[in-house]
């Protein structure tokens, strides 16, 4: 089997793609437009404000914790209060900080501490966080329900969804990215605590390792699949693809979302164990890409385009009519793309007997309905590597715009 | 509040942390007994073969992957079988190659592949892959029954144990550690694989970040109460304690297990939120040490030994009576020691609002009965901490020694 390469002819590639993602970094802080916001190392600190929120076109980070919450108190001041009280902390963790100023309450060993202390001594680890406004928040309790934007639909039900309400939906979101996991799940315990008595967890996923780059520089990672996950995904460095597939314009509205976009979430699990009895030559007719280089079929190198017009022997498509890269391709769906994020995890065991593991996607697009909506109908219709996969968590999230100084998460929403 | 040093006082220290802990492994290269065994760097291989198994004394990788199996086949020719096989694959493994020499079973694309893929182009990541042998084991079906160690005993059921039989127990356990997670769960992956039809995964857990450290140059992490965890632990430069405390001897018996240890396991739930709604006074009373720098109560740095004696104002021990390291203590428990290699974890939601998080507690001594058992009846009877803790998994493994050249995982217990 010469497709896939022995991991000792890579040497230590491993550490290269380490070097290389911070050299990456490097590289786009001089040459990307100022949306890209790297982080100078990947120990470093990625600014929280500016024009977008960061964790979207930032590059990728290794390790992801994300947490879907529901808004427990009834008043807008108090939802107000906490989104301002979550920006101060959010930016000080964001810059590396704990929490808060002070260690204790008014500096009072009798009161408790204001930060939880996990990540003392850790380094920023290019955390970002950002935060996403579910549906559910726009009903009668907060004032909002004629600011609900028409973009953040309910999104329909796919056929095979197999949704477990324990891990969807939320009134809010926030996704913290770090390369260091303490940072990111430190991250999300102190806004949670922070939170107390007005937020409750509704559901939250850790993520161990990233398979997306947003960056041309960073190594396309792998899935679960064992295959390069991303090739194709939009990239940091093009404007213009961001602009057309990723940020909610005036156009589109509403105002308070211009600058932002919308997050989905899908808990995908993954049955690895089915997966791993198919062949290599099946794996890859599913995929549409060959798992070693992960170049497209029918091409050389991992980033030749897709043509979905090569055909092999006897005439039949090299890129199988039902095969994954096919039925995602803006090509097949009116030129639609999304901007892709997602992690790689393992949640311990299904009690079947098998790994309980998966790929949590998360995607970024303007307009859900017209991108997300119809590539995830392809695939949950056509795509046979369906077989191997349930969507058992699902999410959609309106993403606020940048915050700028002084500012706080969502204040255009409502100022 | 002057206990918890900022986090900016210590600049960048987590990519110190990063350093320190690859110059560390160089320097315990250097100066350390061969039972340590360390990688070169954090990307390089630690040697899979050896007198001891890798993966207690090395110096303690930054994620891990443990998986507990139940044996399916009950002819013992198939479990010898199995053995081999995950050697063969262990060791290339750890050496950074895939599991097995080809891409495709007989090189034909119409086989699955051999190895699943998504650690190509990683590095050895200093895994390491560890492997126990659970009570079970010695039941009828292997004519095992005669060589069950009289030290590998049933846990007896301490006071507040709320453990789930989903999560406890196993014929065989299986450690992976490295560190770069991918590494570790795909190493996982791959022998709960390869032994398809002969073992099931009955539960498994990942743990994102270390809170031991085994070699003396190792910075002390932080455990999710945001402590310093493992201040005391035994280190791998301390021969002394490993020979009295860790590894088992021919006087200790049986003669297969000699060079080997006995590991416990305890899932941990912490209830954080309540915890971080808890005084800073009241968290360093309970632990009996300092929550910045990790000192104990009455001393002032963290390495200063523990002294149970000194009295604070009014005369009352300044560490309390119900303190963690004054019930842990090997003063306190007549001399018993363990070398702990523990991760936290998080895994989601309990669905009642909280993080489902906590300590995945992995400890190594060479008499359970007289080192973990005793200590953690100390600890759940008296220690005050327990109000913030649930103990909701738990094995029990007796660790064959390492494997020498040519020989398989447990190949004393079977010749």
Redesign the interface.
Known sequence: ????????L?G????G??LAGAGAAVGALAAAPPAVRPAA?L??AVPFDGEHQAGIVTPAQD?M?F?AL?VKTTKRDELVGLLKDWTVAARRMT????AAE???VG???????K???????????ALTLTIGFGPSLFDDRFGLKDLRPAGLIDLPRFPRDDLDE??SGGDLCVQACAN????A?HA??NL??IG?GRV???????G??RTSSTTRDQ?T???????KDGTNNIKAEDADALRDHVWVTADDGPRWLVGGTYLVARRIRMH??IW??????E??DLVGRT??SGAPLGQVDEFDPVDLHVRGAGGAPRIAADAHVRLASAESLGGARILRRGY?F????D?L???D?GLFFIAFNRDTARQFVPMQQALSTKDRMMEYLEHTGSGHFAVPPGVREGGYWGDTLFA
């Open positions: 089997m010469s497709g896939i390469p022995r991991r000792r890579f230590y590639a491993g550490a793609v380490a190392s120990a470093d390790r914790h947490v529901d810059e590396g900080r704990e002070l260690g204790a500096g009072r060993p009798e009161a408790p501490p930060d939880t202390g996990e990540a003392l001594g850790l380094a920023a680890s324990r891990r260091d996991p303490q940072v799940v999300i315990r949670v605590r107390f409750a967890v509704r559901w939250s996923q850790l161990f390792g190594a990672p792998r899935n679960l699949f064992g295959f690895v164990e791993d009895r198919t062949s290599l030559a794996q890859e798992k070693g790689n393992t949640d311990g065991t009690g007997g098998h790994l593991a």
